[in-house]
T-cell receptor, first 110, second 115 residues
């Protein structure tokens, strides 16, 4: 079955700094890849997804991710962090069903 | 549209009790799923359904039952609750019948504590 590894359970950045959240996946067939965000005491909300086509995917709130097949990666970036970006972020890989990584908690310092 | 709704929001059970977590969606989605979320483990798939009358097991199905009699509803049953089932439970739905290629829409979650 497919699987996801998120590197770093906790990432802390300063407001205005680059956000980089790392995700590597394992799949025997070309997968679909997703990033979800979870704010405290809420469900998950889709940030962006890669299915086919362009490997650089843009999502909501200024986030983007690049699918790199050779590296089996799908890292999430945002050029300039905002206080409102503080949340937990989940990478997911999907073939027939969706499997999630353990999550990365993003803290943004003023 | 209300989207995906879950009831109750909070529940406390004693070991051995049974209960049903309710999930409903009004988006006419064929695919529905249940996840549990535990600290440091992300979300793990319990059961899923690709349509009314069809269900299948996910990663961690033991101790849970599901059924899908209508497109809208996908209840999760705990037959004999155990402390290891203390978790936050999320229901999700997707327009994709495989659940794999399309966005899943999540409910607000049910926080379950088993004493």
């Amino acid at each position: 079955a497919q699987s996801v590894t998120q590197l770093g359970s906790h990432v802390s950045v300063s407001e205005g700094a680059l956000v980089l959240l790392r995700c590597n996946y394992s799949s025997s067939v070309p997968p679909y890849l997703f990033w979800y965000v979870q704010y405290p005491n809420q469900g998950l909300q889709l940030l962006l997804k890669y299915t086919t086509g362009a490997t650089l995917v843009k999502g909501i709130n200024g986030f983007e991710a690049e699918f790199k097949k050779s590296e089996t990666s799908f890292h999430l970036t945002k050029p300039s962090a905002h206080m409102s970006d503080a949340a937990e972020y989940f990478c997911a890989v999907s073939v027939n069903d969706m499997r999630f990584g353990a999550g990365t908690r993003l803290t943004v310092k003023p | 549209n209300a989207g995906v709704t879950q009831t109750p929001k909070f529940q406390v059970l004693k070991t051995g009790q049974s209960m049903t977590l309710q999930c409903a969606q009004d988006m006419n989605h064929e695919y529905m799923s249940w996840y549990r979320q535990d600290p440091g483990m992300g979300l793990r798939l319990i059961h899923y359904s690709v349509g009314a009358g069809i269900t299948d097991q996910g990663e961690v199905p033991n101790g849970y039952n599901v059924s899908r009699s209508t497109t809208e509803d996908f209840p999760l049953r705990l037959l004999s609750a155990a402390p290891s089932q203390t978790s936050v439970y999320f229901c999700a739905s997707s327009p994709s019948t495989s659940g794999g290629s399309d966005t899943q829409y999540f409910g607000p979650g049910t926080r379950l504590t088993v004493l």
